[in-house]
Nanobody
Framework: QVRVVESGGGLVQPGGSLRLSCAAS????????MSWYRQAPGKQRELVAI???????NYADSVKGRFTISRDNAKNTGYLRMDSLKPEDTAVYYC??????WGQGTQVTVSS
């Protein structure tokens, strides 16, 4: 049974930083792509960043240059470092492992 758990969300001022973590209980974590999505109230869930099993990364245009996705396969954990946060980054952030395994989300609020 695969479990995916996000952590690290919170309240931060514009221009601040947060690092989200995504811990997965799976025996073959390194074989999965890991991605981060976000969903703001009244909005559709959108892809933020993805890192493949070979560590190739891609980012949504809205976060390029500000967010960094990474993974530590030895810890079965992925990360999303968010810098220069903007109010429009406010959303629930979800981690996805592979195509079908989702975490419960962690709230990120960017506000002064």
């Amino acid at each position: 049974q695969v479990r995916v758990v996000e952590s690290g969300g919170g309240l931060v001022q514009p221009g601040g930083s947060l690092r989200l973590s995504c811990a997965a209980s799976v025996s073959d974590f390194s074989r999965y792509a890991m991605s981060w999505y976000r969903q703001a109230p009244g909005k559709q869930r959108e892809l933020v960043a993805i890192i493949t099993s070979s560590a190739t990364t891609n980012y949504a245009d809205s976060v390029k240059g500000r967010f960094t996705i990474s993974r530590d396969n030895a810890k079965n954990t992925g990360y999303l470092r968010m810098d220069s946060l903007k109010p429009e980054d406010t959303a629930v952030y979800y981690c996805r492992l592979g195509a079908v395994f989702w975490g419960q989300g962690t709230q990120v609020t960017v506000s002064s």
